[in-house]
């Protein structure tokens, strides 16, 4: 086990580079640092002075991988390719193109994203799981045909049509909190509900249709017909073998995104201003901040990759007849 | 003139390869009888019928030409620099009958006041007539409600007219292909149901055809004299934009899964089958492709796109072409997104697969490798497959609102439901409210989605290996 966990984390270095290098080819190769200041200096008429003022001041005025000129070590250190990949590799993220420090601005930003994404992703998994179970409980009866028909017309409904429908009825309607902005401390509560109520009804539909196949799988199964032959009531085979066996693949599902939690969601948090990692990256995407997105871009994935040791992991405690050695 | 973009050329090889799919499916008994009970189920046909609509005028726009210039004085012919769609030319009352702003649906004023000359030269401040809209009542105020419903009704019956000659074709069709009376087969429709096997559910097919034609002809009578949706801030019929918006949605729907399939199941299967190097390979080229979230992918993607487009701003000769581009770039990097998914999750299936008994029991037979993948696991999989191909389309379809709102999606220039949305968005706090562009894509796209998600339940019940039952016959 403990083999495997280090064996795992072994893989994820390759990976790491992997990203490294597409998000690099991505950003300096694709387009040169010269076509990147033409874009953000305007569009055309614009002499070579000022790009090069703008590449020198963000550290672009280097050669892209081989520095020629420079002496011995500094040839491969005194490139592009070093300063910002391998210090992106080591989490020095360095300064965004408006000059701001990037690791300062998301230390100070991952805390209210998580303020949403946490609650909402508990109390949806409560409240889907519970749905879920109570479809597959009465299946085959109104309950559960008009269950599904809602869950297919909630899940055909664009989020966004949530937002802005949660935003105007809850909060221009009824008035009953903000509808954006954030604060600190206690007072945020009423700032993060409606982000977590809308996320919460925006996720019905398909989470609650997909657990409910999966109880319905498990319910289909012939330790559950064993079950029930031998007797035990319909409440214990529901918790003891179909919810449980049903939580597998539900709950490797989610361990997934746990990291990604503190990233946020991009659409929410620009919607109701929450000043979090999401509404950071949008920003840098209007004021194309190449560096931000660059940063981003590699944070979130090495969030992914911890999520998918962790899922790994726990494949093998939830389900023993994986074998992963 | 006939222009070809590139996403038109690919909507025809789609289109191609779904007649060559239907061809080959035709000749093989095991694919008819899952289709054959797609056939046989109501809301399938119902909703089947809706997509056909959406397809048809995705299908109609996707056909693109220069116009020819009406010059008779020339005698060489002049194409205008204009680029046109067959749909453009069908919906022409529409696309040129532009309003000077927002007004509401039905509006024969405008949404906002403004200084008006009176006849008698005075000036007063107040909500000017429209241009178009309700343009041939006197007085709108009184004229209005019994002008709508007498056109309503002309357009309602004009559409069950249609309806009835498409239906009698239909039953006409039908009793020659059977070799059945007329009369018999007009009372098993009426009756809603067969005698004849192969039980499709004709008067089913033939409500929904009767509603939407109703629908369609009830709006373009109507849209003739009001613009029934409404205009838009720069006065732009929405009715029309609604109707521009459906191929890129079903673009970027259909596209994509195209661009991914054939890697994802090849990789998929062969990562969970082989396991060992095999596996690791591919597990690293997905995994590092999947760990880049995927906004942020789409993000970094369409910027260094952006930068590309502006530096090179004289590769592309139109605006409709860059825009094309960009689309057609989308599709690919979502492609990209969702293959490593599909990918994920066959490898996972076909991990639990291959300890199932018949797979060691195939192996022990001595079966080769690829068999084994071709015959015990692929059909295993594939109901993960074709779940995944058309809910994936509803999915995108959806995506494509929200990268709108990011500013990463299709071109601002382009028609789309996700460019609609985000206009409106931005006029909520309006008072009074502008609601109906947003209503406009809502129903657009719950109409296209909510008939994808039913059609694909249906594929699924019928796909499923462990739901399917073969009909005893």
């Known amino acids: ?325 | 003139m006939p222009v070809i973009f590139i996403t038109d050329a690919l909507i025809f090889v789609l289109v191609f390869m779904v007649c060559l799919f239907i061809w080959y499916s035709r000749r093989h008994e095991h694919l008819c009888i899952p289709w054959r009970q797609v056939g046989e189920n109501p809301l399938a046909m119902a909703t089947s019928v809706v997509l056909l609509f959406y397809i048809a005028a995705g299908l109609l726009d996707s056909i693109h030409f220069h116009p020819r210039l009406d010059d008779e004085n020339q005698e060489e012919i002049k194409y205008s620099t204009n680029i046109l769609s067959v749909l453009d030319v069908l919906t022409e009352k529409l696309r040129s009958r532009v309003e000077k702003t927002y007004s509401a649906p039905f509006a024969t004023h405008a949404y906002a006041k403004e200084m008006i000359d009176q006849p008698d030269g005075t000036r007063i401040r107040d909500y000017p007539r429209l241009n178009y809209g309700g343009s041939h009542l006197n007085d709108p105020d009184k004229d209005i409600v019994p002008d709508i419903l007498t056109k309503t009704i002309i357009g309602i019956v004009m559409g069950i007219m249609i309806w009835l000659v498409l239906s009698a074709m239909i039953i006409f069709s039908l009793s020659r292909i059977r070799r059945s009376d007329i009369k018999t087969e007009f009372r098993c429709i009426i009756r809603g149901r067969d005698q004849i096997p192969g039980k499709i559910p004709w008067h089913v097919i033939l409500i929904t055809l009767g509603c939407i034609i109703i629908g369609i002809t009830t709006l373009v009578y109507l849209s003739g004299f009001y613009h029934v949706l409404g205009t838009d801030k720069v006065g732009q019929d929405v009715l029309y934009q609604s109707l521009k918006s459906v191929r890129t949605g079903l673009l970027i729907g259909t596209l994509t899964t195209l661009i991914m399939l054939p890697f994802a199941i090849a990789l998929g299967i062969m990562a969970g089958y082989f396991s060992g190097w095999i596996d690791d390979v591919i597990q690293y080229l997905y995994t590092t492709l999947n760990s880049i979230p995927g906004v942020l992918l789409i993000a970094a993607a369409i910027l260094m796109l952006e930068v590309y487009m502006t530096n090179h701003a004289g590769d592309f000769t139109s605006i409709e072409q860059r825009a094309d581009m960009r689309l057609l770039f989308l599709c690919m990097i979502l492609g990209i997104m969702s293959w490593t998914g599909l990918c994920r999750l066959l490898r996972g299936e076909t991990l639990k697969l291959r300890e199932i008994d018949y797979v060691q029991a195939a192996r022990a037979f001595g079966t080769g490798h690829i068999t084994i993948m071709l015959r015990h696991i692929l059909p295993n999989v594939m109901h993960i497959v074709m779940i995944s191909i058309v809910l994936d389309f509803s999915g995108l379809v959806l995506v494509e609102a929200v990268l709108a709102y990011i500013s990463i999606g299709v071109d601002p220039t382009m028609a789309s439901w996700g460019n609609m949305i985000n206009s409106a968005r931005l006029e909520m706090a309006r008072e009074p409210i502008v609601w109906w562009s947003l209503s406009a894509a809502f129903m657009f796209m719950l109409g296209l989605v909510l008939s994808a998600n039913l059609f694909a339940d249906a594929v699924r019940d019928a796909f499923d290996p462990r739901i399917r039952t073969i009909p005893a016959s």
């Open chain 1, 1 to 325: 086990m403990i083999n495997y966990v280090i064996r795992r984390i072994a893989y994820a270095l390759p990976i790491l580079i992997g990203i490294n290098i597409i998000t690099f080819v991505l950003f300096f190769v694709v387009n040169t640092p010269d076509d990147m200041a033409r874009m953000q200096l305007g569009q055309k008429r614009i002499t070579q002075e000022a790009i090069d003022k703008w590449k020198s001041e963000r550290g672009y005025d280097k050669p892209v991988l081989w520095n020629s000129q420079a002496s011995a070590g500094q040839k491969i250190s005194d490139t592009i390719f070093f300063q910002n990949s391998i210090k992106l590799f080591l989490f020095d993220f360095g300064q965004s193109d408006s000059g701001r420090d990037i690791g300062y601005d998301i230390r100070q930003r991952m805390w209210p994203s998580l303020a949403i994404t946490f609650p909402s992703l508990i109390l949806g998994l409560i409240s889907y799981i519970t749905f879920a179970l109570t479809l597959a409980f009465f299946r085959g009866s109104y309950i559960d045909v008009w269950g599904v028909v809602m869950c297919v017309i909630m899940m055909s409904i664009s989020s966004m049509f949530y937002i802005i429908g949660g935003q105007f009825v809850i909060g221009k309607l009824f008035n009953l909190v903000p509808i954006s902005g954030y604060d600190t401390g206690f007072d945020a509560i009423k700032f993060v509900a409606l982000p977590v109520i809308v996320g919460l009804i925006g996720g019905i539909g398909s989470s609650t249709r997909w657990y409910r196949t999966i109880f319905l799988e498990e319910m289909n199964k012939d330790f559950v017909r064993t079950a029930r032959a031998k007797g035990l009531s319909e409440k214990t085979v529901l918790y003891r073998h179909v919810l449980r066996n049903g939580l597998i693949p539900i709950l490797t599902g989610v361990v997934v995104v746990l990291p990604l939690l503190f990233i946020g969601s991009l659409v929410t948090e620009s919607f109701f201003a929450v000043p979090g990692l999401g509404s950071y990256t949008i920003d840098a995407i209007s004021n194309q901040d190449f560096a931000i997105v660059r940063s981003m871009v590699y944070l979130g994935s090495v969030l992914y990759i911890i999520g998918l040791i962790l899922t790994d992991i726990s494949y093998t405690i939830a389900d023993p007849r994986i074998r992963l050695e």
